[in-house]
């Protein structure tokens, strides 16, 4: 008898489990924003990623990033990992965020090679339309001395299924 309702309880804890679990994930969506730039330089970056919807607007979630970059006979490689923040404004189209970056970069040149970390924290808005926003952000903690961006203002390009 001990062993069927330890068995009984096992079942029904896992039953539980499940329907918490299968609830949970009807509610995070995955994609992510990706970057081109071809000419004098290339840059290709994929930023893979995904979010947990609440009932609110709120939307909390993870992601990582790549980035490759070669200007002239310098070639950067970039890892980050973040934490993402997004707000949609009820009503509009407007889709506010705030993401807290922490990136690894390699860059190597004709000198040698050089590796350095630097965090970023950017606020922006965008333009939203179903699974798909554009729009413009801001690093508040941008430094000439320590990023390897050119300046603290960057694009948005994201997508969510």
């Known amino acids: 008898m001990k062993k069927n309702s330890f068995l009984i309880f096992i079942f029904f804890s896992v039953s539980l489990f499940s329907q ?12 992510g924003g990706f970057t081109m730039a071809f000419g ?7 930023s893979p990623s995904a979010i947990y ?11 990582v990033t790549y980035i490759y970059s070669k200007i002239n ?3 950067t490689n ?4 973040s934490i993402i923040s997004l707000y949609q ?3 509009v189209e407007i889709q506010l965020s705030g993401e807290f970056e922490q990136s690894f970069a390699k ?12 965090p970023a924290l950017y606020l922006g808005a ?23 961006y050119a300046s603290p203002f960057s694009p948005i390009v994201r997508f969510y299924f």
Do not use: C, H, M
């Open 20 to 31: 918490q679990s299968s609830e949970f994930w009807k509610d995070v969506r995955f994609g």
């Open 53 to 63: 919807d609440f009932d609110n607007g709120l939307s909390l979630g993870t992601g």
């Open 78 to 81: 970039v890892y980050g990992a």
């Open 107 to 118: 860059q190597t040149n004709n000198f040698g090679s050089e590796s350095r970390s630097f």
């Open 89 to 91: 404004i009820p009503k």
């Open 126 to 148: 965008a333009y939203n339309k179903g699974n798909f926003a554009v729009g413009f952000r801001y690093d508040v903690l941008y430094d000439d001395n320590k990023s390897i």
């Open 73 to 75: 006979d310098s070639k």
């Open 40 to 46: 004098s330089e290339t840059t290709i970056g994929i």
